[in-house]
């Protein structure tokens, strides 16, 4: 029986982990499948939600890390993780993303030489700024075996050395969460209960640091919103960070001042997913929206520097404008003025990668 140890901590590991544990649980009598959740992330609407949203089952194990400085959470996740491992002793340790948990983990059974597989390896936005570069770099040369969601990431690990025969093509893990779903969210109502309807907004999400704890730059974020905001209604689910931020910045001014302009609290999963699928474009400084948009074939504009997830530009709906505001506005008013940017599903996004993946595991160790 192949003991597989699945680790999640914070919101964008839910989506990614609930396919593969469903297709874990197909091989009862193979596979003895386990679920940590590291506690990165607590709230209610960071977390809760998204396991009711996702049929993901109540993890094992629950180490209750919470929030800390990048040092401070990835060492109370190493210290908590590692008696879990020796307890335990499972064959294989899988993780998904880029977040501190993610380093962690990898980091702990690499030393006590517990195989490692990493779920959507290869990415690189090639920008150490973003603590999640720091984290994919380092997973991925622990890791023992790679799974990747595009032919861009197996060109980035070899380049820095990964032996091919670690690296597996498998596409999206996340996509095959959403393709599930997406029936369900569009029979939620989240749309009529704030007024919306098909396109007649666009949907925001905004939590990097370099956006929102900037006051100078999250000011600028807000005035290309205030802007368009005169064009199209603008619904704004901001993770705690944001919300915390618009209040220490006393930045909440300027947003009473945007009648078009409404912020709500973390959505789960389906709200979300619905929302996204109904919006006329979205904005964002996620990793994860730019692919969603890209399947649902929703225009989004990237409000960063750089990506990581380069396919979504290559062949999807995605746009980088970066920060300033008035390329911003520029962006989003060709969108209004019907000039949006079209694109095609990337290949191997098509539902079955958690499949794919699941069988590799079985035939690598069995
Ligand atoms: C983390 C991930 C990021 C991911 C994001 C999605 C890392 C390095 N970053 O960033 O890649 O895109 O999650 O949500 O792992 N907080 C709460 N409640 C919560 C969680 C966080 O109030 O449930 C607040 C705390 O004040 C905390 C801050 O948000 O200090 C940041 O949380 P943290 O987990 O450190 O990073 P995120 O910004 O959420």
Not at 181 to 206: C, E, F, M, V
Request: aromatic share 6%; with cysteine.
């Amino acid at each position: 029986m192949l003991r597989i140890l699945n680790v999640v901590g914070a919101r964008p590991n839910f989506m990614k982990i609930a396919p593969i544990l469903k297709e874990m649980a197909r091989y009862p009598d193979r596979i003895q499948p386990l679920l940590l959740n590291t506690g990165q992330h607590y709230d209610l609407e960071m977390v809760d939600l998204f396991f009711q949203d996702l049929d993901i089952p109540k993890p094992d194990l629950n180490l209750g890390v919470g929030s800390g400085t990048h040092a401070q959470q990835t060492a109370r996740i190493m210290m908590a993780f590692e008696p879990v491992c020796l307890e335990l002793s499972p064959h294989l340790i899988l993780v998904v993303g880029d977040v501190n948990s993610t380093l962690a983990c990898s980091l702990v059974a690499s030393k006590l030489g517990i195989k490692v597989a990493h779920i959507e390896s290869g990415l690189r936005s090639f920008d150490r700024s973003m603590p999640e570069e720091i984290n994919r770099e380092v997973t991925d040369l622990l890791s023992d075996y790679l799974f990747t969601t595009s032919p861009d990431a197996d060109e980035n690990l070899i380049k820095v050395g990964v032996p091919k025969e670690k690296i597996f093509f498998v596409g999206n893990v996340m996509i095959d969460s959403l393709l599930e779903q997406l029936p369900k969210a569009r029979q939620r109502t989240i749309l009529s209960r704030h007024n919306l309807q098909n396109t007649d907004y666009a949907l925001i999400t905004l939590h990097r640091p370099a956006n929102v704890d900037d006051s100078r730059i999250f000011a600028g974020l807000l005035d290309a919103f205030g802007a368009i905001q005169n064009r199209i209604k603008l619904i704004f689910p901001a993770h705690p960070r944001t919300l915390k931020n618009l209040e220490k910045f006393k930045l909440i001014e300027k947003i009473r001042q945007m009648p078009n302009f409404q912020i709500l609290p973390p959505l789960g999963y389906l709200d979300f997913l619905a929302l996204m699928d109904k919006a006329k474009f979205v904005m964002t400084d996620s990793g994860g929206l730019q692919e969603e948009t890209t399947v649902l074939g929703v225009p989004c504009l990237t409000l960063r520097e750089n990506t990581e997830r380069p396919i979504t530009i290559t062949a999807g709906t995605n746009l980088l404008v970066g920060l300033d505001p008035d390329k911003i506005v520029t962006e989003a008013v060709r969108i209004l003025d019907g000039k949006a940017k079209q694109g095609k599903v990337p290949p191997l996004w098509d539902g079955s990668a958690s499949e794919r993946i699941v069988q590799k595991i079985l035939d690598l160790f069995e």
